[in-house]
């Protein structure tokens, strides 16, 4: 596991939740392990409490759960749970992204060209971390356009909730980066005014991200 360092000291426990659970989200966390407070501490360079304040906030979310007397575990998840958010992104995103499409402002184009480039900046630099990030303030900037906070919300837990288990296999294999220009083709799908095809990209995006996950084919589709 390779967490960086806390270098600012404002809001220590802020911080220190944001890189766990990109850490978790990313995979770099091992689901099922034991980690305790004081050695990812060092890790992170900061004392132990902002540590354990971070991951007790991490269990409200159900990412890790507490381990008596022992520290913290990276909650497991299995194929049926990873399907049925799946399912649920695919009901949602979408459609959402597709309707906002005609909402997004001409002069928004380059910001959301360049959190997608970011995406694929961070896949060709392997940063895991800062991937996962890039990815989900892109699909969340994209989703903002509909103006429904609570979609937002609940999508943002959703993705949290999922494990990119499958993204360090995909980096090894040089495979991430081409994953990540899936993001480009939607934004020029949407400068383009064409909501059916940002509509049909996402789709494709999203069960690729689940085929990710497995390591195969996704075995769920909007399609059918």
Avoid at 89 to 110: A, W, Y
Wanted: net charge negative; aromatic share 4%; proline share 5%.
């Amino acid at each position: 596991m390779d967490l960086q360092p806390i270098r600012k000291p404002q809001n220590i426990r802020g911080r220190v939740t944001r890189a766990l659970r990109a850490a978790i989200i990313s995979g770099e966390m091992t689901p099922g392990v034991v980690y305790s407070a004081p050695s990812l501490a060092q890790r992170l360079e900061v004392s132990a409490t902002p540590v354990r304040e971070a991951m007790l906030d991490l269990s409200k979310e159900g990412l890790v759960e507490m381990v008596r007397n022992k520290g913290f575990r990276v909650t497991e998840v299995n194929e049926q749970y990873l399907d049925e958010i799946t399912q649920l992104r695919l009901l949602i995103e979408p459609p959402v992204v597709r309707d906002g499409v005609d909402s997004i402002p001409n002069e928004d184009f380059p910001i959301l060209r360049q959190a997608a480039q970011e995406i694929v900046d961070q896949a060709t630099a392997h940063d895991l971390v800062e991937y996962t990030e890039a990815d989900k303030r892109f699909h969340l900037l994209l989703l903002g356009y509909a103006g429904n906070r609570r979609i937002l919300k609940l999508v943002e837990e959703l993705r949290d909730q999922a494990r990119l288990v499958g993204l360090s296999a995909l980096a090894d294999r040089g495979e991430l980066a081409e994953s990540a220009r899936e993001h480009l083709a939607i934004v020029d799908a949407a400068e383009n005014r064409d909501a059916v095809l940002v509509h049909q990209l996402m789709i494709g995006h999203i069960e690729q991200t689940r085929s990710v996950w497995a390591g195969r084919p996704p075995v769920y589709s909007a399609h059918g």
